[in-house]
């Protein structure tokens, strides 16, 4: 348990560093106007109470860390000083992608999180201030605005990052089916491409794809998922039916959910044609297409007005057809080479580090083997010198070479 609860001050830090708190913008006060001003004790003020706690999130984060043996491993043999100083943090680019993949996506969900509560916190500070000044509320709604707008960023910078990093996962999988390619011979190079095609194909065999946020895709969603009669269908209904905690807006986790039938269409975990990182992809892919019909005021959340203005539009109704990620293509031949000469590249200079090391090794071996010799060297001379003594009658030697004194018997 020591280790886990080193790991929960490590993550405390880093979420620390993520939302590091903002100071509030001085406001210039007429002094003329003001009377009896009392010195203040102390010139730091606190940030104000957000009640945003993060106690989930990093119990989470445990658990998903938990899951990697490096890490773990790792986590057992540090101490705190190792934590507090961030060195621990550069084992975090080691662990797997699976795991750094949940991790990046239990960040988006946490920031999205706090999003929401600052916009309650906002929400309820509304009306409340009054004459401007340094008043508690006044504070609070600085330090808030500030937070959302950071956070806002960040789900931004998320997304873009997250583009990046498919692309690469999409090459990454491509070259490593070419460098396996080069290990076959004609024979089996030939069965093997033929079966890449065959499960291509087969992949790309699926129903029609709804386009996200029409339609006759929340239809679906209302007759196969809500269980009601497709003729009854309500916009207004339908947004309060999965407005899932009743806070009057849709989140980026209450719309990917609507997308589930559609997903469900094209793959399955128990096909091996089908990759289930692509399938969640997919599923950004179709919230960010929504966020950006939808969300006219551009803070990530659907309100019930944004939602039914998009249901008038004709694109709601007569919408084009939705591509799906096996009908695109994300990287060009030239990008592909460029992406094998920098793994290449990397290759080389690893390669080059594992040969310096190896000298190294077989230098410190070859220093090892030269003192053992001469340390051996040296006994036998002096069990040589020893023996000599013996033979001439002088008394042997002690270990730092004086006369040994024997008593006459």
């Given amino acids: ?27 210039d006060i007429d002094k003329t106007k003001v009377q009896n001003i009392h010195p203040v004790e102390s010139a730091k003020i606190e940030p104000p109470d957000t009640g945003l706690y993060y106690d989930e999130y990093l119990k989470q984060v445990i658990d998903v860390l938990e899951t990697d043996k490096h890490f773990r491993e790792k986590l057992q043999k540090a101490d705190i000083e190792e934590i507090k100083s961030g060195r621990l943090s550069k084992e975090l680019d080691l662990v797997s992608h699976h795991v750094r993949t949940k991790l990046d996506e ?3 969900q946490e920031v999205g999180r706090l999003r929401m509560l600052i916009k309650a916190k906002l929400d309820s500070l509304q009306g409340n201030a009054g004459i401007i000044g340094m008043s508690h509320s006044n504070t609070d709604k600085i330090f808030l605005l500030s ?3 950071y956070a806002t960023s960040d789900l931004e910078h998320y997304d873009k990052t997250r583009h990046e990093e498919f692309k690469k996962y999409e090459m990454m999988k491509e070259h490593e ?12 190079r030939k069965e093997e491409e033929s079966k890449f095609e065959e499960m291509k194909k087969k992949h790309e065999n699926h129903p029609k794809v709804n386009h996200p946020g029409s339609k006759d895709q929340l239809k679906e969603v209302w007759e196969e998922t809500d269980g009601l009669d ?6 207004k209904t339908f947004f309060k039916l999965h407005d899932v905690n009743s806070d009057g ?24 044609e089908d990759d289930m990182v692509e399938m969640e992809e997919e599923r950004l892919r179709m919230r960010e297409h929504v966020m950006n019909e939808v969300d006219t005021n551009k803070d990530r959340l659907v309100t019930l007005e944004e939602f039914l203005k998009a249901t008038e539009k004709k694109e709601f109704l007569e919408p084009d057809s939705w591509e799906t ?39 410190l ?11 051996l060297e040296y006994h036998q001379v002096i069990q040589q010198m020893e023996q000599k003594k013996l033979q001439q009658g002088i008394p042997p030697s002690g270990p730092a070479g004086e006369l040994k004194f024997e008593p006459r018997m």
């Fill in 1 to 27: 348990m020591r280790w886990r609860t080193i790991l929960l001050q490590y993550c405390f830090l880093l979420i620390t560093c993520l939302l590091t708190a903002l100071e509030a913008v001085p406001i």
């Fill in 325 to 363: 990620l096996d009908q695109q293509q994300f990287f060009t031949e030239e990008e592909l080479k460029e992406y094998e000469n920098i793994i290449a590249l990397q290759e080389n200079e690893l390669k080059k580090k594992a040969d310096e090391l190896q000298k190294q090794k077989e230098e």
């Fill in 177 to 188: 089916r070419r460098e396996y390619l080069k290990t076959l011979n004609e024979e089996k």
């Fill in 230 to 235: 497709p003729n009854d269908f309500d916009p």
């Fill in 147 to 149: 937070l959302s707008f």
């Fill in 365 to 375: 071996q070859r220093q090892h083997d030269q003192l053992e010799a001469q340390k």
């Fill in 106 to 108: 239990l960040k988006r």
């Fill in 249 to 272: 807006f849709l989140d980026e986790q209450e719309l990917e959910a609507l997308f589930t039938k559609e997903l469900e269409k094209v793959y399955d975990p128990k096909n091996e």
